[in-house]
Nanobody, 121 residues
Framework: QVQLVESGGGLVQTGGSLRLSCAAS??????MGWFRQAPGKEREFVAA????????DYTDSVKGRFTISRDNAKNTVYLQMNSLKSEDTAVYYC????????????????WGKGTQVTVSS
């Protein structure tokens, strides 16, 4: 099973930007996605990208602000987050994903440590 390590989180003011990275331990031909979990809330889907980067998908609340991309030569997926809001505060996780009808779901049940994003007003 491919191991995923997230990085790039931090503390940023409202309206600021961060770029998250997710490094895979080996090559994966799967679609990959980002999820986040805010305190007291369930983990939710944020964005996904297919292996060839032709298809990207976002949850409505981040459309126009976040951009997912990947560099298959580096086995890395990125999440560029702009115009950050306090409601973006969460631990962000990446995962191999599959599309089930209309939803992107993680391929495996285990998660990495994630990276904390805190947006202060």
């Amino acid at each position: 099973q491919v191991q995923l390590v997230e990085s790039g989180g931090g503390l940023v003011q409202t309206g600021g930007s961060l770029r998250l990275s997710c490094a895979a331990s080996g090559r994966t031909f799967n679609a990959m996605g980002w999820f986040r979990q805010a305190p007291g809330k369930e983990r939710e889907f944020v964005a996904a990208i297919t292996y060839n980067s032709i298809t990207t998908d976002y949850t409505d609340s981040v459309k126009g602000r976040f951009t997912i991309s990947r560099d298959n030569a580096k086995n890395t997926v990125y999440l560029q987050m702009n115009s950050l809001k306090s409601e973006d505060t969460a631990v962000y996780y990446c995962a191999l994903v599959v599309k089930r009808t209309t939803d992107w779901v993680p391929l495996f049940t285990s998660w990495g440590k994630g990276t904390q994003v805190t947006v202060s007003s």
